[in-house]
């Protein structure tokens, strides 16, 4: 289906994220900080990038805004564990087209999939 890069720090939750997705059918690439997900990004085409907000090395909002910087126009999606409106406005204003809240709930691969079918972006 999607070829998504998920990028986060957490081994637990990228083993769960990927383990959804790829039942859900879509080929997971896996970053576990902003800097290597950045490298990522601009090497490979991705259908969506999936990028936690808060890592060491290069955090998300950092990365995002690099990623926009150098044109990048693809979709990315934020995860924060943040259900606060502030952390959800630092994610939209860092380049960020839409937030999904952690935990990820039984809907996620819904969500995604929304997410993918509604962009059109390259």
Do not use: W
């Not at 999606?77 to 380049?95: F, K, Q, R």
Request: hydrophobic share 40%; proline share 2%; charged share 25%.
């Amino acid at each position: 289906m999607a070829k998504i890069l998920f990028v986060d720090d957490d081994q637990d939750i990228c083993d769960l994220i990927t383990l959804r997705l790829g039942i859900a059918g879509h080929d997971t690439t896996i970053a576990e900080n902003g800097k290597i997900g950045l490298e990522k990004a601009l090497a490979e085409t991705y259908d969506l990038i999936l990028m936690d907000m808060h890592m060491p090395v290069m955090e998300g909002h950092e990365t995002v805004r690099t990623l926009r910087n150098r044109g990048y126009t693809g979709l990315i999606v934020a995860l924060t564990a943040s259900v606060m409106t502030s952390e959800t406005s630092a994610a939209i204003a860092s380049g960020c087209d839409d937030v999904i809240v952690k935990p990820i709930t039984e809907e996620f691969e819904d969500q995604v999939a929304k997410f993918i079918e509604g962009h059109t972006g390259p």
